[in-house]
């Protein structure tokens, strides 16, 4: 157990060493060939942080370790949404930009409900896989026409962030290439050592691959969007912490997912459980997002506070279910009748308030 447990801590490092590598090498080699930093923040950068979860879910799938390469995705987006959303604005509170509010976030929605549906007959066929992946390349192509419209002030964000470097031909450009292919190869090797170890952990533990994917590979392969977010929080680049968070969700289902049902022999099984309980509560914190972004266009810290309650909340459900826990009815009944109408009422009233307080500034200044 003991060389079990020091895989998966080498695993999860070398993941993170290869995510890091990734997105710092291939940024900077996009900068040089002069693809525009705002492209390079939605796609290169944000999909680079999901690097992990795109390793493991497509070594899984191609092992026909379905429970992994499902669960990794799904509990990966509910982790993104409700712990680190919530913990970065529970440090600082979260500016949210209104192109999030009115496209990103509701094709979010869109592609979580897509998934579910996708889903119902227990199984994400190659099809199934196609048709995600198709999708991620037609939000690309909808990133690059809106790359033409990006701002000065983006350019110096992201300039700051990553800096620039002269020609794709000089030595920085090598350098950068090899950061590339070395972060690849540590992707690869730390995605066979996590689920290799993931696989160990759950069949010591007496708890199903699924359990385990939905919970530590999940949070272990979001670790790069744990940094990011929480760092860009402190530094006081808010916006970014948000942005992050919704474009990996997004890349989560249509990339991740998408590719692993693609190489996937007979496609991805899916768990009565994860079509009905895991996949609606990933589609429940995505829908939420919507109310919460929109009030005062920010996630306040108590708004933070509870998205990290859900999410501590969902993982002792989890382990309560997998150790059939006797306080688990009373458990449900406590979540189902009391805590979430309560907060739903309370984030439900915050966003009407708010519109109303628009509709006023808005007749106002009509006037």
Known sequence: MVATLLYFA????????GAEALVRGSSRLAAAMGVSPLIIGLTVVAFGTSSPEMAVSVKAAYAGQ??????????????????????SAV?????VARQ???IDVPLMIAVSVLTLLLSADGY?????????FLAL???TLFLIVQGRKESAQEQGEYEREFGRDGSAGSLKGLINAGLVLGGLGLLVLGSRWLVFSAVGIAHYAGVSELVIALTIVAAGTSLPEVVTSVIAAIRGEREIAVGNIVGSNLFNLMGVLGLSGIVASSGIAVAPAVV???LPIMTAAALACLPIFFSDGRISRWEGAVLFGYYLAYTAFLIMTAQHHAMLPLFNAAMLYFVIPLTSLAILAVALRTLRRRREQSQAESA
């Not at 080498?10 to 060493?17: K, P, T």
């Not at 994400?124 to 995600?132: A, E, F, K, N």
């Open 100 to 102: 999030l509010i009115r």
């Open 124 to 132: 994400i066929s190659r099809t199934d896989g196609i048709l995600l």
């Open 276 to 278: 009905g309980f895991d």
């Open 137 to 139: 390349i037609a939000y």
């Open 91 to 95: 440090i600082a509170p979260l500016a």
């Open 66 to 87: 379905a429970g992994i390469a499902m669960g990794n995705v799904v509990g990966s987006n509910i982790f993104n949404t409700l712990f680190i959303l919530g913990l």
């Open 10 to 17: 080498a695993g999860l490092v070398l993941l993170i060493a």
